[in-house]
């Protein structure tokens, strides 16, 4: 029989340590490692635990105290915003569940509507009047319905103006504020802002600014075609924003949890952002093109942003006359989201347009349906199976935008595991311009020509 060789038997410095392939170490284990093991777990669970309680001291149970204690108080007092100085304000003629409206008229150069408050909830409407009046004032209309006659005891609708500056400059409007607290009351506001008819033999009426910033209220946009907004500034917190027609040279749109719709026509820069929500609308996209120095001085720029929500754009893009034939103008349109679809579709542009378009998401589809205007190169980064070009051109035979009766030639370049890249040209392609660009972290990718 064969002695079982010991770790004694061996130089002490040769010997394995305790647990490597000893059978009879594998059953070891360090009691302090042990105890340091559960000391650390405890403090991991401590210390998440003090987390969950600091922001649940913060966000919740520290609002909660005080709003019950301003309610215990029953303060009336209505702050002043910061920035914003009051006019006449409403004297409702009854305290009933449906007063009469307040009625006001504000200056068209650079009107501006606000609220502050968490009574101050609602839906503003912005139209053109059917009927004549003062050419350079707005009628503004605030009606309101609520439950408790005391809720007029909390909530003032004024007359305001800000105090100008530089970057906006003096401005007059309507503001409904409230206490800043919550009392149990329950209202709602409808604002009507009625455009003052424009003669049908003048051109539009240019309005320098129109801006609102008014959470909790919805924002609807009826036709206003005769109409030009300088600027016009939209910001609300989960409301929608819809329009029928809106024309202006600069557009912002800001919402949160609720969608963006409509038609927009933008000369120079449209920015449309929400989350939790869809974008759903038809982009006109308009170029002057001005030129300085030779060189493009300006171009059209659009930025689509929302999360877990899709986007749904169809863009017809224009330029004004130019006489240099080689400019159809320029364009630059951005399309983010996550965990949704991105589709968009472009009808209609100049013939020798640049277009740079940057589409990504997550986990939805990034698909775009070229204009037959569009000569240049694509490029798709999407797994390998999830990658697409849907050829339309066996359906109907393209036309040439040019009357040329060039051909339309799709070609490939690289073939990767996670990009794919190519062009979509007339003939040789000696005319390509701009750059389309789809990015899909999991999901799929499509150019349709």
Known sequence: ?????????????????????DEEGKGFVNPQRKRCGRRCRRAHVWGLSALVFIYSLIHYILPAVHTEIQRLRDDHNIPVPPGIILGRC????????????????????????????????????????????????????VSVAFEDHNFLEYVEVCEVRSEGNRERGAESGVGII?????????????????LPLVDEASSKRSIQSFRTQMPSFGHTFRDLAD???????????????????????NLIIATT?????????????????????NIDVNLNLHD??????????????????????????????????????????RFHITAETSRADINLDFDKAPIEHELLLDASTSLGRAQVTVSPEY?????????????????????????????RNRSRVLWFYNRGAFVEDGAIVWDHG????????????????????
């Open 1 to 21: 029989m064969v002695a079982k060789k010991s770790y004694t038997d061996v130089d002490p410095e040769s010997q394995p340590l305790l647990g490597g392939d």
């Open 90 to 141: 409403a004297e409702w003629t009854s305290t009933e569940g449906h007063p009469d409206p307040a009625e006001f008229f504000v200056d068209l150069d650079s009107p501006m509507f606000v609220s502050y408050g968490p009574l101050a909830v609602g839906e503003i409407e912005i139209t053109q009047a059917n009927y004549t009046a003062d050419a350079n004032k707005a009628k503004v209309t």
């Open 178 to 194: 409230s206490v800043p607290w919550s009392p149990r009351q329950n209202g709602r506001f409808h604002v009507l802002v009625e």
């Open 227 to 249: 109409y030009y907004f300088q600027k016009l500034e939209v910001a609300t917190l989960d409301s929608s924003v819809d329009a029928e027609f809106v024309e202006a040279t």
């Open 257 to 277: 949890n609720a969608p963006v719709r409509g038609t927009y026509k933008v000369d120079r820069d449209v920015s449309l952002m929400t989350s939790s929500a």
């Open 288 to 329: 002057s093109a001005e030129f300085k120095h030779g060189l493009p001085f300006s171009g059209t720029t659009a930025r689509l942003s929302t999360s877990n929500g899709p986007i749904r754009a169809t863009c017809n893009l224009t330029t004004t006359d130019s006489s240099r034939e080689d400019y159809g103008g």
């Open 375 to 403: 000569d240049g190169p694509w490029i798709m980064e999407a797994l390998f199976p999830f990658r697409e070009v849907v050829d339309t051109r066996s359906e109907k035979l393209p036309e040439d935008p040019t009357g």
């Open 430 to 449: 000696e005319n390509r311009k701009g750059q389309i660009k789809l990015k899909s972290t999991l999901g799929r990718t499509s150019v349709v020509v």
